[in-house]
């Protein structure tokens, strides 16, 4: 027969083990964090999203022809074409008090290349007012790794995020 001695030891030392790999895990996920200091004075005022793609069809809204007639301006041939499409994120947001150096951030997955997450970056050395960050997924990037389905923009500030938006399934 068992002692019921041995079996207290070894339900707490596996209960030890148990959270200090817990614990362990805690630390290198919270350094792979990054620090978000909220800024009042950055709002993200709007998103908008465009899909230039001759899958779209426009259905004679006139709004949706401006639009990819606006994106594809000066191409001529397919493959200017082809180069020019995909998703633009169009990101507006406000920078009140004094001009500092920003820079702008887009971090996206795409469809094909599942939990890999790439990056964009538009660096303003005065940034003041209202300004527009353009992002585009398009060409060889979008045809290769597919739709973008979850994405994230951050306005930085020597390497900390003081603004944030991001999608519904980021």
């Not at 999203?49 to 004679?60: H, Q």
Request: charged residues 25%; aromatic residues 18%; positive net charge.
């Amino acid at each position: 027969m068992v002692k019921p001695r041995y079996f207290k030891s070894s339900f707490f030392f596996l209960l030890f083990c148990f959270f200090s790999l817990q614990l362990m895990g805690e630390e290198t996920s919270k350094k792979d964090r990054e620090i978000f200091i909220p800024d009042k004075g950055i709002k993200i005022i709007k998103v908008l999203e465009i899909l230039n793609d001759k899958k779209l069809k426009a259905g004679g809204l006139q709004s949706l022809i401006y639009e990819r007639a606006y994106w594809n301006w000066g191409a001529i041939v397919p493959s200017d074409f082809r180069a020019r499409a995909g998703q633009i994120y169009i990101f507006a947001w406000k920078k009140s008090g004094k001009p500092e150096a920003l820079t702008a951030r887009f971090e996206y997955r795409q469809l094909k290349t599942k939990e890999e997450v790439w990056s964009q970056s538009i660096y303003y050395p005065h940034a003041h007012g209202a300004i527009d960050s353009i992002f585009k997924v398009i060409g060889d990037a979008y045809f290769t790794n597919g739709t973008v389905f979850a994405w994230r923009f951050s306005v930085l500030k020597n390497n900390v995020i003081i603004a944030q938006t991001k999608s519904f399934i980021w």
